[in-house]
């Protein structure tokens, strides 16, 4: 991966300490966000002239004059801290620097986009508990970025309120462009710009597109007997069987996503409303199964800047869409 990361132009890539609640249980939550830290740290340590794990901003500017690219930890899902703060301190203290509140599914203090859509009032309750506001104060004391993205909306407004630091949604599109539950609506994104924080688009194209999950569900219907299969042979809701199927589906899928201009389409709309200063790139690289067309490589960003510029942004405007605003939220957040 390091020459596709260096192609790409890449100074700072987050590393995605997601816990599969699937394939993980309830106390073996925190014990593998540990081994996953620890194998980033095993990688960083065989390359330590190429990559680190940066725990503040002089980190990032010390790796930046070095050419060594940041390696930030961020754990996705509030789960892996299994209702307790001082297991959030110890994640921090290993380089933790944001925390996503909550992945699909919802914690005992904090409730999901998936299931505020899908469960709606058969919820035990919506947004954060007491104990959900804590977590966020304890993550502005430590100096965690707050990651909104997954958030159900009630969760994102309860965490606007008590939050006291810049706030960023890592891999979250424009819902009034794509409408799905894990984009954000105009309200969202107006809150988003009067609390400081970014918004990092999303490159999934059932988030770029409305129209990709029919296209995509015709193409897995004439697959489904070879699905089936599959289904025999792993869990289905393993990511074995997620890796299978996505290796099947992909070369038919990749001729109904959208290209490179429809996600520059949603970085453009977030400018035009609440400017240039929030928004950012939050690609999903490694965590959706398939990419637009123009961009479905790290190693084609260099694309996404020529495309910004094509469309007449000034080049102060590309750095800050291309990592500086990121960079301006955690040093507001670490500081």
């Keep these: 991966d390091l020459p596709k990361f260096k192609n790409g132009g890449v100074d700072c890539q987050v590393f995605s300490i ?3 609640p699937q394939e993980f249980s309830e106390g073996e939550y925190y014990n593998r966000a540990n081994q996953m830290i620890s194998q980033l740290e095993y990688l960083c340590s065989r390359v330590p002239d190429k990559w680190a794990i940066p725990f503040d901003y002089q980190d990032l500017v010390y790796n930046d004059q070095h050419g060594i690219m940041s390696c930030m930890i961020g754990v996705e899902g509030g789960h892996a801290i299994e ?3 001082e297991k959030l301190n110890a994640l921090y203290y290993r380089g933790t620097r944001y925390l996503g509140i ?10 999901s986009a998936k299931d505020e859509t899908l469960k709606g009032d058969s919820l035990a309750f919506k947004g954060l508990t007491d104990f959900g506001e804590d977590v966020i104060n304890r993550c502005n004391e430590l100096g965690i970025m707050i990651d909104i993205s997954h958030s159900g909306e009630q969760t994102f407004y309860d965490i606007i309120k008590t939050t006291t630091k810049p706030i960023i949604a890592s891999h979250s599109s424009v819902y009034n462009i794509c409408p799905h539950f894990r984009n954000l609506k105009d309200e969202q994104l107006l809150a988003m710009k009067e609390n400081g924080g970014v918004v990092f688009v999303n490159f999934y194209p059932g988030y770029i597109d409305s129209e990709y999950e029919e296209k995509a569900k015709v193409v897995k219907e004439s697959f489904k007997l070879k699905s089936d299969s599959l289904a025999k042979l792993y869990d289905p809701n393993s990511d074995y069987y997620w890796y299978k199927e996505s290796e099947m589906l992909v070369p038919h899928l990749q001729k109904v996503v959208p290209d490179l201009g429809d996600v520059v389409d949603h970085i453009e709309y977030i400018i035009d409303l609440i400017g240039v200063d929030h928004v950012g790139i939050g690609a999903d690289w490694d965590g959706v199964g398939i990419l637009p067309r123009g961009i479905d490589k790290i190693s084609k960003l260099p694309d996404l800047t020529r495309e910004l510029l094509e469309r007449g942004y000034s080049e102060r405007d590309v750095k800050k869409i291309l990592g500086g605003n990121f960079k301006r939220v955690f040093r507001e957040v670490t500081s």
């Design 18 to 20: 997601w816990v599969s």
């Design 83 to 85: 209702n307790d703060l």
């Design 102 to 111: 909550t992945w699909n599914n919802s914690t005992d203090w904090a409730t």
